[in-house]
T-cell receptor, first 115, second 115 residues
């Protein structure tokens, strides 16, 4: 049973550029959440997708956008990159419906470096 | 505003002894709490959770205690093993019947088990 997968593993971009990160959820999961983890900090919630729609959003600017596909996989897009966007980007998947608990399963992350 | 706080950045414990990791929160609306463990170059792995209707939950060597009046929870690991060395994150969510709401994380505690 494949867990949550993310690509690429590492990425180096220049200020002002745009980046797309990808995530495939754990088999059977229909909800994908994205988190940003800066160095020395805990993960911070960016947004969550369910049924191909953004359902919840954290305190991140509109430069951060996403998409969910019919197969439940998801993309995170960041436009006009800033140095402060350098972080580990984590994708987490879960079941949306029902009281299955609030356990979210995380992928290994994509390390983004903005120079 | 840090709603979930882990005030100890690091903790060292002898192998075989008890490890106690602490977490405080400020948001009274939080009603579900989780502990995640993170190894380098991996995503956080779910360890154990507790609903606000309980004050204790046990799973093998791991026990989580919740003190709602003090807005405090702790994770006990007994006995501690070398493989427990990792960064531990406390997380909280505001539940709903829909489940799987966004997680708010603390900044983490690095646990080192000394052989």
């Amino acid at each position: 049973d494949a867990g949550v997968t993310q690509s690429p593993t590492h990425l180096i971009k220049t200020r002002g550029q745009q980046v797309t990160l990808r995530c495939s959820p754990k088999s059977g999961h229909d909800t994908v959440s994205w988190y940003q983890q800066a160095l020395g900090q805990g993960p911070q919630f960016i947004f969550q997708y369910y049924e191909e729609e953004e359902r919840q959003r954290g305190n991140f600017p509109d430069r951060f956008s996403g998409h969910q596909f019919p197969n439940y996989s998801s993309e995170l897009n960041v436009n006009a990159l800033l140095l402060g966007d350098s972080a580990l980007y984590l994708c987490a998947s879960s079941w949306r419906v029902g009281l299955a608990g609030y356990e979210q399963y995380f992928g290994p992350g994509t390390r983004l470096t903005v120079t | 505003d840090q709603q979930v706080k882990q005030n100890s950045p690091s903790l060292s414990v002898q192998e075989g002894r008890i490890s106690i990791l602490n977490c405080d929160y400020t948001n009274s609306m939080f009603d579900y709490f989780l502990w995640y463990k993170k190894y380098p170059a991996e995503g956080p792995t779910f360890l154990i959770s507790i609903s606000s209707i309980k004050d204790k939950n046990e799973d093998g060597r791991f026990t989580v205690f919740l003190n709602k009046s003090a807005k405090h929870l702790s994770l006990h690991i007994v006995p501690s093993q070398p493989g427990d060395s990792a960064v531990y994150f406390c997380a909280a969510s505001v539940g709903s019947n829909f489940g799987n709401e966004k997680l708010t994380f603390g900044t983490g505690t690095r646990l080192t088990i000394i052989p």
